[in-house]
């Protein structure tokens, strides 16, 4: 049995800078014409012209003969000046802003502290059209881990939607039913991103005999019951949902450590991933639209024109890849069998 579905794009990647950059980019330029590159680099991503400098090194690091398109976007500061805004949008290759709250994730240190201090920033968006990407979780440690997303949408997010109506909003990586139920009931200017691992695992997966790091990612894995609610929306063909994969890599000291670092390494097999959530759903003829045509549409982007073949064929991941110069990186189902090929 095989597919063939339009070629297509991950609306949410790291891919990191130098040695790292390297080894992970062909991984996503074999399967996906475009990503939108996340900028919690070290320094962040900050201005129009740091942008547009990563984006000539990861096309530098791009190998010849493949195709790919970095959209490129701006890491949104207590300090970001609404000009800054106006530049991106006239760049061209600015696609949107993210807003990590100060603290929330991996190298969010200067994320926002109080996202009333962008007001006059996100007033700028709003006007211009460009994309607020969320990272939704507060970042109180009052409040229980596995609450975080629910309790940024109700304190942070509503309230946003409802001071930028126009506002054009992408809910990154959501985890849980409450988040998919929020964007489904929310204006068309408000959509979201699912991971691979978050349609195919619950949080047992971090725990299974023994805790397992290359399962630990934020937002963690929620219980089951929010998986099928996620599910439920990547399958339904609503075009608010769309393929981000959050593949997020992090050398295997970084994560086998006694404070690992969070993020899943899923870029060399993602489609492959999202067909066996789709296939288990008993929905791949819904594959394409999440994969290959919500997100263009609405990013307002052409979708790509050719296409990808994905073969039903068993295969073993391999215990590791290499990464940079002094270790390598784990991905995630290392060592276990995928059932789909990408040809
Ligand atoms: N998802 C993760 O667990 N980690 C991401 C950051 C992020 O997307 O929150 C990373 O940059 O490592
Ligand atoms: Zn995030
Ligand atoms: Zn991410």
Known sequence: MQITITRPDDWHLHLRDGEALAA?????ARQFGRAIVMPN??????????????????????????????LMTLYLTDNMQPAEITRAAASGFVKAVKLYPAGATT???????????????L???????????????????????FDREKVFIDTVLLPLTQRFPKLKVVMEHITTKDAAEFVASSAA??????TAHHLLYNRNAIFQGGVRPHWYCLPVLKRETHREALVAAAISGNPKFFLGTDSAPHARGAKEAA???????????????????????????QLEAFASFNGPDWY????????????KETWTVPASY?????????????????SWKMR
């Open 41 to 70: 680099l070290k320094p962040p991503v900050t201005t129009v012209e740091l942008a547009a400098a990563y984006r000539d090194r990861i096309l530098a690091a791009l190998p010849a003969g493949m195709a790919f398109e970095p």
């Open 123 to 145: 007033a700028e968006m709003e006007r211009v059209g460009l994309p607020l990407l969320v990272h939704g979780e507060v970042t109180d440690p009052a409040v229980d881990l």
């Open 259 to 285: 404070c690992g670092c969070a993020g899943c390494y899923t870029a060399y097999a993602a489609i492959e991933l999202y067909a066996e959530a789709f296939e288990n759903a008993g929905a791949l003829d």
């Open 107 to 121: 190298n969010s240190d200067a994320g926002l502290t109080d996202i009333r201090k962008a007001d006059a920033t």
């Open 24 to 28: 992970v980019l062909p991984h996503t």
């Open 189 to 194: 200017n408000v959509a979201a991103t699912i």
């Open 322 to 338: 290499p990464y940079v110069s002094t270790d390598d990186i784990v991905p995630l189902r290392a060592g276990e069998s995928l």
């Open 300 to 311: 307002g982007l052409p979708r790509n024109a050719d296409t990808v073949t994905l073969v």
